[in-house]
């Protein structure tokens, strides 16, 4: 492991410089192509990092894990679904977190299950933009009835975002929308939609 490396990813992430910000995350990808499993203990310890730099940094490097550890990848993005930092939270549901489930979907399913069960804001959002990104997309079945959960939440920002996934499976698979604006008790979420389609 070449600690060196390390340091000086960690500086790059915290960058003002986006470019550079983005170099932070390839070299992760770099790094998780051949020696994902030798650098999870590091991985894990700054997922949990108090710079948010750091946090999104490796979420982004996450996105093309190869298979064999996705479920890995999975449980190292726990963490990130109740992150409070705007810039973690953009970066983990629409994309680190739909890239990964995408290569373990029964899994992925089988957790938010679980997960969605949680009445934290961030979770339920972070799961919201997953089913709208290309993860849920290719599962529209399975993405509306988490989706479907997530539209009874009364905060605005939850339920907005799965007002933001659902426009997308609708306009995508039109045959779903009876069935959509069939639902109870999700008026707001709704009414926001037909203004869309």
């Known amino acids: 492991m070449d600690k060196k490396l390390l340091v000086r990813i960690q500086r790059m992430a915290n960058s003002s410089d986006w470019e550079i910000k983005e170099m932070a995350a390839s070299k992760i990808k770099e790094i998780n192509d051949k020696y994902f499993i030798d650098h999870l203990p590091v991985w894990k310890q700054w997922i949990c990092h108090k710079n948010p730099n ?15 550890h996705a479920k890995e990848a999975f449980s ?3 963490p990130l679904l109740n992150d409070d930092n705007r810039y973690v939270r953009k970066n983990c549901g629409p994309f680190a977190l ?4 995408y290569k373990i979907p029964s899994f992925a399913f089988k957790e938010f299950h679980i997960l969605i069960k949680d009445k934290n804001q961030n979770m339920r959002w972070n799961i919201a933009m997953c089913m709208g990104a290309m993860f849920g997309i290719k599962y529209p079945d399975k993405a ?10 009364k905060r605005h920002f939850v339920w907005r975002a799965a007002v933001s996934s659902l426009i997308k499976i609708i306009r995508k698979y039109p045959h779903f929308e009876k069935d959509v604006f069939g639902w109870k008790n999700c008026d707001n979420c709704l009414n926001t939609i037909k203004k869309y389609i």
Do not use: F, N, Q, T
């Open 98 to 101: 739909s890239a990964v489930s």
């Open 144 to 153: 509306l009835y988490i989706l479907k959960k997530v539209c009874r939440d």
């Open 54 to 68: 750091i946090r999104r940094a490796l979420e982004v490097g996450l996105l093309r894990i190869p298979k064999a």
């Open 76 to 78: 190292l993005l726990l």
